[in-house]
Nanobody, 121 residues
Framework: QVQLVESGGGLVQAGGSLRLSCAVS????????MGWYRQAPGKQRELVAR???????NYADSVKGRFTISRDNAKNTVYLQMNSLKPEDTAVYYC???????????????WGQGTQVTVSS
């Protein structure tokens, strides 16, 4: 019932920008937190940015001042604007959504398929 579709990844030069989008579709679930995680080769998946239903945000220290997370509740979409990209930002970026079932009231975590972001120097 919950499907996350990511887009916006790609190859960019250092200092460039990308905007990732993650849309939640085919769901009547109530969307709570939405966020972005990334995983580089040989490293654990880490939180990049997260935004609550009340638009409270959290960022990894490594991306503060460069990345901006936002959400459009009407479109059930979360965005990650990435500016001043660095080679160390290279990773697979995953959208994550916390959603509550309207029938069971249970909360689940859903993951997008991942989108590759490669920053060249």
């Amino acid at each position: 019932q919950v499907q996350l579709v990511e887009s916006g990844g790609g190859l960019v030069q250092a200092g460039g920008s990308l905007r990732l989008s993650c849309a939640v579709s085919k769901s009547t679930f109530s969307i709570n937190h939405m966020g972005w995680y990334r995983q580089a080769p040989g490293k654990q998946r880490e939180l990049v940015a997260r935004i609550s239903s009340g638009d409270n945000t959290n960022y990894a220290d490594s991306v503060k001042g460069r990345f901006t997370i936002s959400r459009d509740n009407a479109k059930n979409t979360v965005y990650l604007q990435m500016n001043s990209l660095k080679p160390e930002d290279t990773a697979v970026y995953y959208c994550n959504v916390q959603a509550t079932s309207p029938t069971s009231a249970r909360t689940f975590l859903y993951w997008g398929q991942g989108t590759q972001v490669t920053v060249s120097s």
